[in-house]
Every structure is written in structure tokens, then in C-alpha cells.
């Protein structure tokens, strides 16, 4: 069983166009995150949700709009997509506060052209 | 949460103990090291944590010094499969959790 699992793993779209990752994780985590890896390889945190509540909104467009609908979700919808969206993004879980890893999903890579 | 600095690159050899450093030298006492790893087109994947004692998974060994300013990630016996990229963190545990990545250490282990 995949721990942290994200669809779709590749992602092709045109400027402009509106699109959505999904992620669910199977663990029972309270938290998930959404980083962003772009192609100087530097990993920086977008958002964080605990118990469906937002918790972390780091400096991010407002063209990206997390949503989790329970706690094993969070979704990520990018509207009029841009040629610098184009990266990698990685979601993540972790059981809440305390002292605890991360898991990570294996990531999306989206393409803007 | 404080900075950290590793070296960019190193290499191993395969079979070898590979040693990590990395320097926090205004790590709080509240603040854990952490360390993941990111093989290439893969997700980070966490490999170990400790506060002040060293610790040893079956991953890997962390040894922090007495001070805190700096520990070390040490891989045993290195293999192949442990070519990545090595982020050493150090955070407050709060609500928040956020990690924050710097550049890490690209590590290859070479035959």
C-alpha cells in the first residue's frame, strides 16, 4: 500500500489552463503539506493543513487554492496556469505535532508550455 | 528555525561508512536535527532525528556534538542505492511542523 499517493504523477498543460493534483495519504496523519520543488532543486513548503484546517500558508499566488475535504486529502487547484509553475510538487503528511517524520508522495511534475 | 550548512557534494565508496557533517551553530535548545534524504526523482524520505544523545535506526547513525553546533549522519556501509541528495534540518516542533529544506549534500557512492 502506497503510504502517500498522488495523481497524476505527470501533468502537460498549456498557459492559461486551470488544473488540480491530488493527494491522499493511508496513515491516519493529522497534518499534509504541499512543497514545491522548482528546477534549482530547492525544496519550499506551500501550505499546510491540519484536521482540514489551514495552518500554514506560506507566500504563494493566490492562483493556487489547497483544499483538504477530510484529513487523508489535500487537493491543490492552480488556475490560469504560468510557464514558471512548472516543477515538482511534492505532498507530504506527518502525524501532527510531536516528533515525527515527514512521508512524502513520490511527487507531480507539472509542465507548462 | 535555526540555518544549517553541509558541504555541496562528497563521494563515497561503496561498502564505506559515509560520513555526513553538517554545522547549525545557532540551534536553539529546543530545536531537533533531522535528516532526509531525496534519491533523484523520488520523494525525501526521512532517515533520522535527535535532540541532544546520538541515535542509530537501521538507516544510519546521527552523532551530535556536546555543544550542538554541528552533528554528523553517518551510513554505515554505503551502497549504490544511497546516492542522493542529504538535507540536514533543524526545527522547533510546533503546530506548524514546517520543514525547511536547504541545499543539502549530493552524495555519490561510487564502486
Known amino acids: 500500500d502506497t503510504a502517500v499517493s498522488q495523481t497524476p504523477k505527470y501533468l502537460v498543460t498549456q498557459m492559461g489552463n486551470d488544473k488540480s493534483i491530488k493527494c491522499e495519504q493511508n496513515?491516519?496523519?493529522?497534518?499534509m503539506y504541499w512543497y514545491k520543488q522548482d528546477s534549482k532543486k530547492f525544496l519550499k513548503i506551500m501550505f499546510s493543513?491540519?484536521?482540514?484546517?489551514?495552518?500554514i500558508n506560506e507566500t504563494v499566488p493566490n492562483r493556487f487554492s489547497p483544499k483538504s475535504p477530510d484529513k487523508a486529502h489535500l487537493n491543490l487547484h492552480i488556475n490560469s496556469l504560468e510557464l514558471g509553475d512548472s516543477a515538482v510538487y511534492f505532498c507530504a503528511s506527518s502525524p501532527g505535532t510531536g516528533n515525527y517524520g515527514y512521508t512524502f508522495g513520490s511527487g507531480t511534475r507539472l509542465t507548462v508550455v | 528555525d535555526a540555518k544549517t550548512t553541509q558541504p555541496p557534494s562528497m563521494d563515497c565508496a561503496e561498502g564505506r561508512a559515509a560520513n555526513l557533517p553538517c554545522n547549525h551553530s545557532?540551534?536553539?535548545?529546543?530545536?531537533?536535527v533531522y535528516w532526509y534524504r531525496q534519491i533523484h526523482s523520488q520523494g525525501p524520505q526521512y532517515i533520522i532525528h535527535?535532540?541532544?544523545n546520538n541515535e542509530t535506526n537501521e538507516m544510519a547513525s546521527l552523532i551530535i556534538t556536546e555543544d550542538r553546533k554541528s552533528s554528523t549522519l553517518i551510513l554505515p556501509h554505503a551502497t549504490l542505492r544511497d546516492t542522493a541528495v542529504y538535507y540536514c534540518i533543524v526545527r522547533v516542533i510546533t503546530a506548524g511542523n514546517k520543514l525547511t529544506f536547504g541545499g543539502g549534500t549530493r552524495v555519490l557512492v561510487k564502486p
Open positions: 493543513y491540519n484536521n482540514k484546517e489551514l495552518i
Open positions: 535527535g535532540l541532544k
Open positions: 496513515l491516519g496523519h493529522d497534518t
Open positions: 545557532t540551534i536553539s535548545g529546543n530545536e531537533y
